[in-house]
C-alpha cells in the first residue's frame, strides 16, 4: 500500500497541470549576459481561451523573472510550478564532481601561491625601507638606482600577480559556489527539477502567438582576441571571438544569438549614503566603520557606448540605452555542456603607428610596441589576447578595455638588429667653494644606440628610439638632484610631461641611422650640505 501510494504521489507530481493544454515550443532567440542569459521561447498558434503550459523549463530558470507575451488578447495569469521528474543523470553527476575536486584543487594551490607572493612582497618592501649597513661599503649611484629599480618593478610585478590569484580565486570560488548548488539540488533518486509555466489566456476570437522570456543561470561570455600585425607594423588584423559557457540544462538549436553588456543581476539601483557613528569612549582602539552592504557577485564592468555597426557576416553592433549588444549575423547551435564554445563576433584592419622604446638602465633591450586607434565598430572590452608578429606568434597579454575612437598601446616583443649599451663615463666629487658650503657629486653617462638593421624603420632606413631613465628624487629639500647637461636635450611632449612631474622620468627620442650609431649623453648633479654624505636607498 505505501509503494501504491509514492507511485500515485511521483506521477501526480510529475503530471502537466490539471486541464492545462501541453504547449509545444521552441526556442527563437538567447541574449548572453556576462552571468546570465535570457532565452526567448516561442509556442505554435493557440486559438481558443483556456490555460497553457510551457513544461519541463530548465532548472537553471529563475521562476521570478520570466515574461509571457501573446500577440492577440491578453494574459489574464501566469502561474509558475516546480515539479521533479525523472532524467539520467550519472554522467552529470560525475562531471560535477570531477570538476568541483578540480576546483578544490586549484584554489588551494592558488592559496599557497599567494601565500609565497605575499613572503616576497614583504621580503622586497623590507629591502627598500632598510636602513644601509654602517659598515658595508657605499654604493654608487648607477648601483644604486639599479637596485632600486629592480625592487621596485619586481614589488609591482609581484602585487600585480597577487591581484591576478585574487581575481581569479573570486572567480572560482563563484564557480564552486554554482556547481556544489546545482550537485545539492540533483535528488539521490535520479530525478531532477524543473519548472512549468501555466498560462491562463483570454483569446476571444482571434489566433495569437504565444512566448515566454525567462532569464537562465550558469550561462555567460568572455571577450577573446587574436592581434596579428604585419612585417612592417603598420597595420593589425584584429580577429574578435567570444567565448560562451553554455550550461542551463537545456540545448539551444539554431537561435538567433546576441551577445550583451548589460547585467541584469546587477540590479538598477545604487547604493544609498549610510550614517557613520564615532565613539569617543574607545581611546586606545581605532574608529570603526559601519559595516557595509556585501558587493554583488554580478558587479562588473561599466555599461559602454559604441558607434555605427559592422557589416555582416559579422556581428551587428546595436546600442541599447545604457548596453551594447553584439547580434550574430547566422543562427547559432550550443549544446549545454561544460565547455565553452568560441564563437567569431567580427573582424577588423587598425592602423598601426610603431614605436621602439628602451630602458637602458634596467634592461639594455630595444622593444617594440604600437600604438592605434580602435576604428572597429566594436568595444574592445577586457580579456586575453594572443599577439602574432608576422608569421611568429609572440605570447599572451591582456587587453584592456577600449571605446569605439579611443587610442590603445600593444606590445610587440624584442626589437632584433638595434643594440644599446649604456656606460658610466665619469664620476666626480666637488667639494664647496669659497663661502660655500654645498658639495656635488656629478656622474656622467653615455647611451650609445646602433641600427644594425631593424625590421622597423622609417622611409630612409633609419630608426627613432624613445630612451626613457628615471633620475633619482630627494627625500630631503637639502638634497638636490637636477640633469644637468643633456645632449640631445630631452622632450618636452605632452605625453611625456606627467611622467616628467610626477615619477622624475625623463624621455629622449633618438634617431639612428641605418647601418650607423647615435648617442645620448647626460650628466646627474646631486648637491648636498658639505658636513653630510649621501645615502643612496
Not at 43 to 49: E, L, S, W
Not at 288 to 293: I, R, V
Not at 365 to 392: C, H, Y
Not at 505 to 525: C, H, K, Q, S, Y
Amino acid at each position: 500500500m505505501m509503494a501504491l501510494s509514492l507511485a500515485l504521489a511521483l506521477l501526480s507530481a510529475a503530471a502537466p497541470a490539471g486541464d492545462a493544454i501541453l504547449l509545444e515550443s521552441r526556442i527563437e532567440s538567447v541574449t548572453v549576459y556576462a552571468d546570465a542569459a535570457r532565452v526567448t521561447r516561442v509556442a505554435a498558434a493557440v486559438t481558443a481561451d483556456g490555460r497553457y503550459i510551457f513544461a519541463g523549463l530548465p532548472d537553471s530558470m529563475d521562476p521570478d523573472n520570466l515574461r509571457v507575451r501573446l500577440s492577440a488578447g491578453r494574459v489574464r495569469s501566469i502561474q509558475t510550478r516546480e515539479r521533479w521528474m525523472k532524467r539520467a543523470q550519472e554522467e552529470r553527476l560525475e562531471t560535477l564532481r570531477a570538476e568541483i575536486l578540480y576546483l578544490h584543487r586549484e584554489q588551494q594551490a592558488s592559496r599557497d601561491e599567494f601565500a609565497l607572493l605575499k613572503k616576497l612582497r614583504g621580503m622586497i618592501a623590507g629591502q627598500l625601507s632598510a636602513d644601509p649597513d654602517p659598515k658595508a661599503p657605499e654604493p654608487g649611484l648607477e648601483a644604486w638606482q639599479e637596485s632600486h629599480d629592480y625592487y621596485s618593478l619586481a614589488l609591482e610585478e609581484l602585487m600585480g600577480q597577487e591581484r591576478a590569484l585574487r581575481w581569479e580565486g573570486e572567480a572560482r570560488l563563484t564557480r564552486l559556489a554554482a556547481l556544489e548548488a546545482e550537485l545539492g539540488r540533483m535528488d539521490p533518486e535520479g530525478r531532477v527539477r524543473v519548472f512549468d509555466v501555466i498560462c491562463d489566456l483570454d483569446l476571444g476570437s482571434e489566433v495569437g502567438i504565444l512566448s515566454l522570456e525567462y532569464l537562465v543561470d550558469h550561462c555567460g561570455w568572455s571577450p577573446t582576441y587574436d592581434l596579428r600585425t604585419s612585417g612592417s607594423a603598420q597595420e593589425l588584423e584584429l580577429v574578435y571571438r567570444a567565448q560562451i559557457v553554455q550550461q542551463s540544462g537545456e540545448d539551444w538549436s539554431q537561435v538567433e544569438l546576441a551577445l550583451s553588456t548589460a547585467r541584469p543581476r546587477r540590479g538598477a539601483a545604487g547604493p544609498e549614503p549610510r550614517v557613520r557613528w564615532v565613539d569617543l569612549e574607545r581611546r586606545r582602539g581605532r574608529y570603526k566603520n559601519a559595516p557595509s552592504a556585501p558587493a554583488s557577485r554580478y558587479a562588473g564592468r561599466p555599461a559602454m557606448a559604441l558607434s555605427p555597426s559592422a557589416a555582416p557576416p559579422f556581428a551587428r553592433v546595436q546600442v541599447a540605452g545604457l548596453s551594447v549588444r553584439f547580434i550574430l549575423p547566422a543562427l547559432e547551435s550550443l549544446a549545454s555542456r561544460p565547455a565553452a564554445t568560441s564563437v567569431l563576433v567580427g573582424e577588423h584592419t587598425l592602423e598601426l603607428t610603431p614605436e621602439l622604446y628602451c630602458l637602458p638602465a634596467l634592461d639594455e633591450t630595444v622593444w617594440l610596441r604600437a600604438r592605434s586607434t580602435n576604428s572597429s565598430p566594436f568595444v574592445l572590452l577586457p580579456g586575453p589576447a594572443a599577439i602574432f608578429f608576422g608569421d611568429d606568434f609572440i605570447g599572451n597579454a591582456s587587453l584592456d578595455e577600449v571605446q569605439t575612437g579611443a587610442e590603445f598601446s600593444l606590445d610587440l616583443g624584442a626589437v632584433p638588429g638595434v643594440s644599446v649599451e649604456r656606460v658610466l663615463v665619469s664620476e666626480e666629487h666637488i667639494e664647496p667653494g669659497f663661502l660655500s658650503a654645498t658639495s656635488r657629486e656629478v656622474t656622467r653617462w653615455r647611451v650609445r644606440l646602433a641600427n644594425h638593421g631593424s625590421p622597423v624603420t622609417e622611409a630612409d632606413g633609419s630608426v627613432r628610439v624613445i630612451v626613457r631613465e628615471a633620475i633619482p628624487r630627494s627625500r630631503d629639500e637639502r638634497l638636490e638632484v637636477s640633469l644637468s647637461r643633456s645632449s640631445p636635450a630631452f622632450s618636452e611632449a605632452e605625453r611625456y610631461k606627467s611622467d616628467h612631474a610626477d615619477r622624475s622620468l625623463v624621455t629622449w627620442i633618438i634617431r639612428v641611422p641605418a647601418g650607423g650609431e647615435a648617442d645620448l649623453n647626460f650628466e646627474l648633479t646631486l648637491s648636498h650640505p658639505d658636513s653630510k654624505e649621501v645615502l643612496l636607498k
